[in-house]
């Protein structure tokens, strides 16, 4: 059974950084593309940013591009969710998810999502 548990989340002021941590157990990590999603209070699930098998390609939300960049360890069985520049709106609960279909951004095409962890941005 695949299990995801992200970590890294936190308080930060408006401009600030987080790395967020998301570990995989129970298949083969390098063979499933790698998504980040949030959901804010009262919001509906939003993709975020996903990494593909290798690491060749990169897709990211156009609210985050160039401020948040996602990357993979497969020998960590470990993706990551470098967060630069925060705002107040990227408050939200960050998951992490993986698929082993090609990369899109309607959550319900991913099939083994994490926890979830907090960032609260403050200004």
């Known amino acids: 059974q695949v299990q995801l548990i992200e970590s890294g989340g936190g308080l930060v002021q408006t401009g600030g950084s987080l790395r967020l941590s998301c570990a995989v157990s129970?298949?083969?990590?390098?063979?499933?593309?790698m998504g980040w999603f949030r959901q804010a209070p009262g919001k509906e699930r939003e993709f975020v940013a996903a990494?593909?098998?290798?690491?060749?390609?990169?897709y990211y939300a156009d609210s985050v591009k160039g401020r948040f960049t996602t990357s993979r360890d497969n020998g960590k069985n470990t993706a990551y969710l470098q967060m630069n520049s925060l705002k107040p709106e990227d408050t939200a609960v960050y998951y992490c998810?993986?698929?082993?279909?090609?990369?899109?951004?309607?959550?319900?095409?991913?099939?083994?999502w994490g926890q979830g962890t907090q960032v609260t941005v403050s200004s």
């Open positions: 998810a993986t698929t082993g279909r090609g990369v899109d951004y309607d959550r319900r095409l991913w099939d083994s």
């Open positions: 129970g298949r083969t990590f390098s063979r499933y593309n």
């Open positions: 990494i593909t098998w290798f690491g060749e390609n990169t």
